[in-house]
């Protein structure tokens, strides 16, 4: 199961930027982009869950403004779903996209 999402923010606190059903879906590979004014971050994410936790991967990140720009993902369970959520280090305004490759129960 693939889908795409985006989402814009303008917060550092975590905002839900994906979601899928924990009863449908056991693991999600993400591919992430982020775009703030002329700051870019690209990174693959992993996360595989239990039913009540989420464990998290994150690797191949690129940034190219690595000392002024930050986006920290974690991924948790809320209602029977399972949240990829990023926090922004700056309230500037962002968008957020997200391919997820999804695996069935």
């Given at each position: 199961?693939?889908?795409?999402?985006?989402?814009?923010?303008?917060s550092?606190?975590?905002?839900?930027?994906?979601?899928?059903?924990?009863?449908?879906?056991?693991?999600?590979?993400?591919?992430v982009?982020?775009?703030?004014?002329?700051s870019?971050?690209?990174?693959?994410?992993?996360v595989?869950h239990?039913?009540?936790?989420?464990?998290?991967?994150?690797?191949?990140i690129?940034?190219?403004?690595?000392?002024?720009?930050?986006?920290?993902?974690?991924?948790?369970?809320?209602?029977?779903?399972?949240?990829?959520?990023?926090?922004?280090a700056?309230?500037?305004?962002?968008?957020?996209?997200?391919?997820?490759?999804?695996?069935?129960?």
């Amino acid at each position: 199961y693939t889908r795409s999402d985006s989402t814009s923010i303008s917060s550092t606190s975590a905002s839900t930027v994906a979601t899928h059903a924990i009863a449908t879906f056991r693991s999600v590979n993400y591919k992430v982009q982020v775009t703030q004014g002329t700051s870019y971050y690209q990174s693959e994410i992993n996360v595989v869950h239990d039913g009540s936790t989420a464990y998290i991967t994150e690797f191949g990140i690129i940034n190219t403004q690595p000392s002024q720009f930050g986006a920290t993902f974690s991924a948790t369970i809320n209602s029977g779903n399972l949240l990829l959520q990023v926090a922004m280090a700056s309230n500037a305004s962002a968008t957020i996209k997200v391919l997820s490759t999804a695996t069935t129960v």
